[in-house]
């Protein structure tokens, strides 16, 4: 099966990362979440920006009480995967290694990424030995 691109906007996202950050929640509960990071955006702003995500699928809401509630139906994993699929194919004709090989030699990583790291090259080179003939 195909992975999904995800099409969302910028202000959709934010959005959507206050959902990831905080759970099912109300309009003011994600306009606050977004104040609180520096992000100043009109409660009928954010109510739009829940309304188009939920009618592309990507949140669905609980109608039964007072105030709606807002629940993201997208995963954040599932987003990176679809961005960073998207971003190989626009910048290294999908091809991984470079992109990687970028980020190793431009970022900065802390102990416990190194060590990640070298046990998932460990296992890939493990890997190629066994489906060698």
């Not at 202000?11 to 990362?17: S, T």
């Amino acid at each position: 099966m195909a992975e999904r691109e995800y099409e969302i906007g910028s202000a959709e996202f934010q959005v959507l990362k206050a959902l990831w950050h905080k759970g099912p929640s109300t309009v003011r509960d994600v306009m606050d979440h977004l104040h609180d990071r520096g992000r100043r955006l009109a409660y009928t702003t954010v109510q739009t920006l829940l309304t188009r995500l939920e009618q592309k699928g990507f949140v669905k809401s609980d109608k039964s009480g007072l105030a709606f509630i807002f629940k993201a139906t997208l995963s954040r994993d599932r987003v990176r995967k679809s961005r960073v699929k998207k971003l190989v194919s626009q910048l290294y004709d999908g091809a991984a290694a470079p992109l990687v090989l970028q980020l190793i030699r431009n970022e900065r990583f802390n102990a416990d990424e190194i060590e990640e790291l070298q046990k998932l090259i460990e296992d890939l080179d493990t890997d190629t030995k066994r489906s060698r003939p």
